[in-house]
């Protein structure tokens, strides 16, 4: 019988240890898309690598400037100078190759990203505007790319000259997860994947009940 309960103890607390250190789930990559106006008169200077975008213009600066740059933060402008502001521009180059399944009008790539302007693809897949990386890609907006500037954290800026609007998708941050949090969110669904609390509860009363095996095994 002491075989058998330390056998069980000991399993209970490899069972306890594969809970806590179970990987989470992978979470896609998901943008926030700004619309940045329309392009008549106007286009895209370029993209920094903070996602901040430049879009000339022919008036807006005054009669002296006849060519005007505003620069957009997270979709709003922020100003307008008559010279190109000074920024660490990160817009990408053109690809050497077309990812698989798509046919691509127009690609841009950066630090292993790529964006694209898809036409009639052999996959199926509707025209558009895509962006991703590897063979994993996000479908953006229905109209084509006329303009495509892609920075290194995954920005895609773009000009739509289907409908005449300038873009761009921001790519989200994705949700750090810190050392257990014992407390229980309000807003999280009971039904989802069990929260750092739930495996905690089930975890203590795991090894409470390998504690009380041993104690009457030893008796």
């Known amino acids: 019988m002491k075989t058998s309960a330390q056998w069980l103890s000991s399993a209970i607390v490899a069972v306890v240890i594969i809970l806590f250190s179970s990987t989470r789930p992978a979470f896609g990559d998901t943008y926030t898309i700004f619309d940045l106006g329309d392009d008549n008169g106007h286009g895209i200077y370029g993209i920094d690598s903070a996602g901040d975008v430049v879009i000339w213009g022919i008036n ?18 922020t100003g307008d100078s008559s010279t190109a502001p000074v920024l660490a521009y990160d817009d990408g180059t053109s690809c050497g190759s077309t990812p698989a399944g798509f046919f691509a ?10 964006g694209l302007s898809s036409l009639y693809s052999p996959n199926g897949d509707r025209n558009g505007v895509y962006l991703g ?14 303009q495509l500037f892609l920075n290194s954290a995954g920005d895609l800026a ?62």
């Open 60 to 77: 807006g600066c005054g009669i002296s400037s006849p060519i005007c740059y505003v620069t957009y933060v997270d979709g709003v402008a």
């Open 105 to 114: 009008l127009k690609s841009v790539c950066n630090d292993g990203w790529v």
């Open 133 to 146: 990386s590897g063979s994993s890609f996000s479908f953006l907006n229905s109209g084509p790319g006329d």
């Open 158 to 219: 773009w000009t739509d000259g289907r409908d005449e609007e300038m873009f761009v998708a921001i790519l989200n941050t994705s949700p750090k997860f810190d050392a257990f949090d014992f407390s229980v969110p309000q807003d999280t669904d009971p039904v989802a994947t069990p929260e750092p609390a739930s495996w905690f509860l089930l975890g203590t009363g795991l090894l409470g009940f390998a504690a009380a095996i041993r104690r009457k095994a030893n008796r």
